[in-house]
């Protein structure tokens, strides 16, 4: 099983519609990342959470809402899709003990039609 | 926001060619990392630099930290199919809790 786990993997929505994407992770990580990828500009980050109780805005985060239920789980929230939110999407956990690594999901590739 | 920029934006190789691409930034990091990501895949870690000047290596790939430490370099060895992908290299400043990623180098190998 992945240590990092995003559901789902792929999602077509309207637009408009609300939409979330899930994230949860084994490894015991107190950090955790929404990253969105799009080809040619790399990974840019959403949202950063260092605990269950800190939500930290990141640089692309219009548009979007998070929410940590746990120290294990993580969501990324589009409220109203808008068809320029179409890209890949990427759960990432870290350890403030080893600071610098970063272990990401799988992806979850959001289309909006 | 800030991002890397990284060199090559694509590589199409022949198998057993060495590959070489970088990535420079307009701050100084304190730490610079190399990804991989394989199609469908998110990135893997493969190299993690700490000091200015480090040179490590993991299997046939080395990376370096360059001593203005605003750029890095990733050299892969006699390539093979599975070195396919998109490379990514990220940094960390000091102070800052957030990794910044490069755009990426994409590695096509050639038939």
């Known amino acids: 099983d992945a240590d990092v786990t995003q559901t789902p993997r792929n999602r077509i929505t309207k637009t408009g519609k609300r939409i979330m994407l899930e994230c949860s992770q084994t490894?015991?990580?107190?950090?955790m990342y929404w990253y969105r990828q799009d080809p040619g500009l790399g990974l840019r980050l959403i949202y950063y959470?260092?605990?269950?109780?800190?939500?930290n805005k990141g640089e692309i985060s219009d548009g979007y809402s998070v929410s940590r239920q746990a120290q294990a789980k993580f969501s990324l929230s589009l409220e109203s899709a808008i068809p320029n939110q179409t890209a890949l999407y990427f759960c990432?956990?870290?350890?403030?003990?080893?600071?610098?690594?970063?272990?990401f999901g799988q992806g979850t590739r959001l289309t909006v039609v | 926001g800030q991002q890397l920029n990284q060199s090559p934006q694509s590589m199409f190789i022949q198998e057993g060619e060495d590959v070489s691409m970088n990535c420079t930034s307009s701050?100084?990091?304190?730490?610079w990392l190399w990804y991989k990501q394989d199609p469908g895949e998110g990135p893997v870690l493969l190299i993690a630099?700490?000091?200015?000047?480090e040179l490590t290596s993991n299997g046939r790939l080395t990376a370096q930290f360059g001593i203005t430490r605003k750029d890095s370099f990733l050299n892969i060895s006699a390539s093979i199919p599975s070195d396919v992908g998109i490379y990514f290299c990220?940094?960390?400043?000091?102070?800052?809790?957030?990794?910044?990623f490069g755009t990426g180098t994409r590695l096509t190998i050639i038939p």
């Open positions: 990432a956990t870290s350890d403030p003990g080893q600071e610098t690594e970063a272990f």
């Open positions: 490894k015991g990580h107190d950090r």
């Open positions: 959470s260092f605990d269950v109780k800190d939500i």
């Open positions: 701050s100084i990091f304190n730490t």
């Open positions: 630099l700490y000091k200015a000047g």
């Open positions: 990220a940094g960390r400043n000091f102070g800052n809790e957030k990794l910044t």
